[in-house]
């Protein structure tokens, strides 16, 4: 692989190890159905509409074997392919390869997996075919007597260890933090360290960051209250230049349905472009708005009403099917003065059918689901 590519290995692992803390609310849109039949082919076609016809935008097709594997994708700009992507399984249905085509059809890189037999990664060797010839870069995983990952060794064409990243678990398996270090294009490393700590509940209550970039040392600090941050510090080279914090009674009146993921996804923990900054840009949520929901005797949200302080801002509604399934949601902007809509439809099996989206009562955008099944 080119060496950014093969910087990314490590931020790719690191920002998976940022993930295992996410505390994920429930999904409106993932309720559970009945038994689904086994689909050969599933269509996603993406319409904008415009003089009341409908444009198609993209388009993504799907296609499964018999055991339920996704064996293909194939991603269109229209009808114009852009890139199309297989998958390879072994004997057992475990994921061993993938090959990607460009628009030409031509093979622009691939990943072959090698895996014990509890079908953890043990070897990761992944090409990018670039005339005249190729790039390749190979990452060896290892596990703990428990089985938890311990450290990821990533090496370049010529068998060179560019990038390193360790585990450190407590007594009880619960991951501490990590020591990563990678080598940058004039060949100097790289390192950063993640450190966390937890409440007897097992919950996040504090996360250290630092990063060392040549002279230049780099430290963010982040504590929770009930997996919510509510304070975020960011230092350079010893100056503290950003700093949020959050209201905690605030945090506490919302409930847990209202927390958002503690640690927002970014390529890495700690980048320092002028433009981010601000840690605000970087959250899921706006902490200034506070949010009143009422439930159905399901526990589903029947309606939410949205402030900034004592201002009302938006109003959202939900209607459900008879199988608690959502059908219908419309947001009420009380600042524009904008209605927005959305309709969602099912087969018989529960599986999407259409998403239509309005603005003031006009069709703006619709999805449509096609689906091909293999025969009993």
């Given amino acids: 692989m080119d060496r950014s590519s093969q910087k990314n290995a490590t931020i ?45 935008q993209k388009k993504t097709v799907l ?30 249905g475990q994921l061993v390869g993938r090959l990607r085509y460009d628009s030409m059809q031509a093979l622009v890189w691939s990943e072959d997996r090698q895996l014990d037999e509890e ?8 090409t990018a075919y670039q005339p005249p010839g190729f790039q390749q870069q190979y990452t060896l995983y290892s596990y703990n007597s ?22 450190l678990y407590s007594q009880l398996g619960e991951l501490l933090g990590s020591n990563a270090w990678d080598l940058q294009e004039d ?21 250290v960051s630092i990063l060392q970039n040549g002279k230049d040392r780099y430290k963010e600090v982040r504590n929770f209250e009930n997996c919510f941050i509510i304070e975020w510090q960011r230092y350079q080279n010893g100056v503290l230049y950003s700093h949020f914090k959050h209201d905690k009674e605030q945090i506490r009146q919302q409930g847990p349905s209202e927390i958002p993921p503690p640690l927002p996804f970014q390529l ?52 459900y099917d008879e199988a608690q399934r ?39 955008q619709e999805r449509s689901y096609e689906y091909i099944y293999y025969s009993n």
């Fill in 12 to 56: 790719i692992n690191i920002a998976k190890l940022l993930l295992l803390f996410c505390c994920l609310g429930p999904s409106l849109w993932g309720q559970a159905t009945d038994s689904i039949p086994q689909i050969k082919e599933k269509r996603i076609l993406d319409y904008r509409l415009k003089d009341n016809q409908r444009l198609l």
């Fill in 63 to 92: 296609e499964y074997n018999i055991y339920g594997n996704l064996v293909q994708q194939s991603f269109y700009k229209g009808e114009q392919l852009q890139r199309a992507e297989y998958f390879k399984y072994d004997r057992l």
């Fill in 119 to 126: 079908g953890r990664k043990l070897k990761v060797t992944q």
């Fill in 146 to 167: 428990r089985g938890q990952i311990k450290q990821v060794q990533t090496y370049n064409t010529e068998d060179q260890l560019v990038s390193e990243v360790n585990y």
């Fill in 187 to 207: 060949g100097s490393k790289r390192s950063l360290s993640i450190l966390h700590e937890y409440n007897k509940k097992g919950q996040i209550q504090r996360s």
């Fill in 268 to 319: 890495s923990p700690l980048e320092y472009e002028e433009s981010r900054k601000d840690p605000l840009q970087q959250m899921d949520y706006q902490p200034l708005r506070s949010i009143s929901t009422k439930n159905n005797d399901a526990g589903l949200p029947v309606k939410e009403a949205i402030r900034e302080g004592e201002k009302l801002v938006e109003v959202r509604y939900f209607f």
């Fill in 326 to 364: 959502l059908i219908r949601r419309k947001t009420v902007d009380k600042v524009n003065e904008e209605v927005k809509e959305e309709e969602l439809s099912y087969t018989a099996k529960g599986l999407p059918l259409q998403h239509r989206q309005y603005l003031d009562k006009k069709l703006i």
